[in-house]
């Protein structure tokens, strides 16, 4: 299974810059750069859905691989929230989002959580391959750190010992749930070539 170029389907810049850094042994091509400007609807009930969705889209409508990944974060004091919900939390971007889960979090007296990511390969001929990563974590009271994107400068990663947001770059990199996701696909894609 040789891959020289996979489309990254996704129009977050911060999550590509990650794929980029992370992903060893194909040039990664953000899809707007291919051709790819549609808005893809996550219809799916899990991460995993989510990240085949688009992947299947994009792959389809390019003729070539592409990857995509969905992720989010799950916080145990709401039930698993905002999960798969985590970009369209408050409907009105990263910051407002941030704003809210700390307003849901006010009383809250358990405040682990965990970014979870799942990413999906998906190839024109329908043959597709998932990678999966999580890592923990708690919720701060405030943001902490001016790295990152997302919910970065609210979780404290039990890894580092500091917020994601207070993280360079390689530090979350090592780490981080898409970290884990792209190395857990990285294997596969490896086995396969060896079978």
Same mark, same amino acid.
């Given at each position: 299974?040789?891959?020289?170029?996979?489309?990254?389907?996704?129009?977050?810049?911060?999550?590509?810059?990650?794929?980029?850094?992370?992903?060893?042994?194909?040039?990664?091509?953000?899809?707007?750069?291919?051709?790819?400007?549609?808005?893809?609807?996550?219809?799916?009930?899990?991460?995993?859905?989510?990240?085949?969705?688009?992947?299947?889209?994009?792959?389809?409508?390019? %003729? /070539?691989?592409?990857?995509?990944? *969905? +992720?989010?974060?799950?916080? !145990?004091? #709401?039930?698993?929230?905002? $999960?798969?919900?985590?970009?369209?939390?408050?409907?009105?971007?990263?910051?407002?989002?941030?704003?809210?889960?700390?307003?849901?979090?006010?009383?809250?007296?358990?405040?682990?959580?965990?970014?979870?990511?799942?990413?999906?390969?998906?190839?024109?001929?329908?043959?597709?391959?998932?990678?999966?990563?999580?890592?923990?974590?708690?919720?701060?009271?405030?943001?902490? %750190? /001016?790295?990152?994107?997302?919910? *970065? +400068?609210?979780?404290?990663? !039990?890894? #580092?010992?500091?917020?994601? $947001?207070?993280?360079?770059?390689?530090?979350?990199?090592?780490?981080?749930?898409?970290?884990?996701?792209?190395?857990?696909?990285?294997?596969?894609?490896?086995?396969?070539?060896?079978?």
């Amino acid at each position: 299974m040789e891959i020289s170029e996979l489309i990254a389907a996704s129009g977050n810049e911060g999550k590509i810059r990650e794929i980029q850094k992370i992903f060893k042994g194909a040039r990664i091509i953000p899809m707007h750069e291919a051709g790819f400007n549609e808005e893809i609807e996550e219809t799916g009930s899990s991460f995993r859905e989510n990240a085949l969705i688009k992947a299947k889209a994009v792959s389809r409508a390019l %003729g /070539k691989p592409a990857l995509a990944d *969905d +992720s989010g974060l799950c916080v !145990d004091f #709401l039930g698993g929230a905002p $999960g798969i919900y985590s970009a369209r939390f408050s409907g009105e971007g990263e910051k407002a989002n941030r704003e809210l889960l700390l307003r849901r979090m006010k009383d809250a007296h358990d405040r682990s959580a965990h970014f979870e990511c799942a990413v999906c390969l998906y190839f024109p001929d329908g043959r597709m391959l998932f990678g999966v990563g999580r890592t923990d974590g708690h919720i701060l009271e405030q943001e902490c %750190g /001016k790295h990152g994107f997302g919910y *970065d +400068s609210l979780f404290y990663s !039990d890894d #580092l010992s500091k917020s994601f $947001g207070e993280a360079t770059e390689r530090e979350k990199n090592k780490v981080s749930h898409r970290a884990r996701a792209l190395k857990d696909l990285m294997e596969k894609i490896a086995l396969l070539k060896q079978s």
